[in-house]
């Protein structure tokens, strides 16, 4: 089968399309024929090395790219139970010390990370769910902030974002989003009671012109850091997207990042909502396999709507 592997760090230029053997799934897992793949900025991280530099992946030879899978159940695993050949699901593969990821015509992952796909949504749609979608919702969960409490949320047109706005107000929040002119529309129609321009001057003080004494929360996906948590109450929280991005726990607030982990129970609540229509999913565009190169240079490029996604 193909692969997309790296086995120097750098620019795109250094995502290899090689020939390896196909994997086998071991006890409790499960083998899938991958019809799509995300392309998310986790996948840019780790092709540059930055991730090994900090510590965070060990020495390699060859390193797997990808972490958002959609396909088809081929083989299974000693022991599984709850899918069967021919069943259309979604994972996440969130091991960073692997040698195959996601960008590859198969990929075999624990039974525990995958769920059903969304009824009647394509591959391509449905993989962009499982990373931002499990951040988004495991985010809210490390917030936990009751019903009528309000919520910041940056980057709120975003892949993380635009999720976190939709689940949040599920949960009976009130979100305001930080989002360009732009985007005003779709981030109010995903649910969003306020909206505060992006690249405002004084992010916090136009908050607290809208929320007087700040928000009770803040889930930072556009890693804008102190100029979040200014917009935050004394003793609320506050929640970054990234290791590295949370800032210092001023005035009491309560300050965390979420390391993002695969669920597939949680995954099969947030599909079922996805199937029902209740969670968009957005696909900036396709591009085969063979062309993972550029689709890190378009996503290094800025301004997509949606995902970029690979289709073997």
């Given at each position: 089968?193909?692969?997309?592997?790296?086995?120097?760090?750098?620019?795109?230029?250094?995502?290899?399309?090689?020939?390896?053997?196909?994997?086998?799934?071991?006890?409790?897992?499960?083998?899938?024929?991958?019809?799509?793949?995300?392309?998310?900025?986790?996948?840019?991280?780790?092709?540059?090395?930055?991730?090994?530099?900090?510590?965070?992946?060990?020495?390699?030879?060859?390193?797997?790219?990808?972490?958002?899978?959609?396909?088809?159940?081929?083989?299974?695993?000693?022991?599984?139970?709850?899918?069967?050949?021919?069943?259309?699901?979604?994972?996440?593969?969130?091991?960073?010390d692997v040698p195959l990821g996601a960008y590859a015509d198969a990929l075999v992952l624990d039974a525990s990370a995958l769920a059903p796909a969304p009824a009647g949504v394509s591959a391509e749609a449905a993989a962009t769910l499982p990373l931002n979608g499990l951040t988004a919702l495991q985010a809210l969960d490390l917030l936990a902030l009751p019903a009528g409490a309000t919520l910041l949320v940056t980057g709120a047109a975003g892949g993380v974002g635009g999720f976190a706005g939709q689940l949040a107000a599920r949960r009976g929040l009130r979100v305001?989003?930080?989002?360009?002119?732009?985007?005003?529309?779709?981030?109010?129609?995903?649910?969003?009671?306020?909206?505060?321009?992006?690249?405002?001057?004084?992010?916090?003080?136009?908050?607290?012109?809208?929320?007087?004494?700040?928000?009770?929360?803040?889930?930072?996906?556009?890693?804008?850091?102190?100029?979040?948590?200014?917009?935050?109450?004394?003793?609320?929280?506050?929640?970054?997207?990234?290791?590295?991005?949370?800032?210092?726990?001023?005035?009491?607030?309560?300050?965390?990042?979420?390391?993002?982990?695969?669920?597939?129970?949680?995954?099969?609540?947030?599909?079922?909502?996805?199937?029902?229509?209740?969670?968009?999913?957005?696909?900036?565009?396709?591009?085969?396999?063979?062309?993972?190169?550029?689709?890190?240079?378009?996503?290094?490029?800025?301004?997509?709507?949606?995902?970029?996604?690979?289709?073997?």
């Open positions: 089968m193909r692969a997309v592997v790296v086995r120097r760090f750098g620019g795109p230029e250094v995502l290899e399309l090689i020939e390896v053997p196909d994997p086998e799934p071991g006890p409790g897992q499960v083998r899938l024929r991958v019809e799509a793949a995300g392309v998310n900025p986790v996948d840019a991280v780790t092709r540059s090395g930055a991730l090994a530099a900090a510590g965070l992946m060990g020495p390699r030879e060859t390193v797997g790219i990808g972490w958002d899978a959609a396909g088809t159940v081929d083989r299974l695993g000693p022991g599984v139970s709850g899918f069967a050949p021919g069943d259309r699901v979604i994972g996440l593969r969130d091991r960073l305001v989003a930080v989002a360009g002119e732009g985007d005003t529309a779709a981030v109010r129609a995903a649910g969003a009671d306020l909206v505060v321009p992006r690249g405002a001057a004084d992010l916090a003080a136009e908050v607290r012109s809208l929320v007087p004494g700040g928000v009770d929360g803040a889930l930072d996906a556009a890693l804008l850091g102190v100029a979040a948590l200014g917009a935050v109450r004394n003793r609320g929280c506050f929640v970054a997207v990234s290791a590295g991005a949370a800032p210092l726990g001023l005035r009491g607030v309560r300050v965390d990042h979420v390391w993002v982990a695969a669920d597939g129970a949680a995954l099969a609540g947030l599909s079922a909502l996805a199937g029902r229509g209740e969670l968009t999913l957005r696909v900036a565009d396709t591009l085969p396999l063979d062309r993972a190169a550029a689709a890190h240079h378009r996503l290094a490029a800025g301004g997509l709507r949606g995902r970029l996604v690979l289709v073997p």
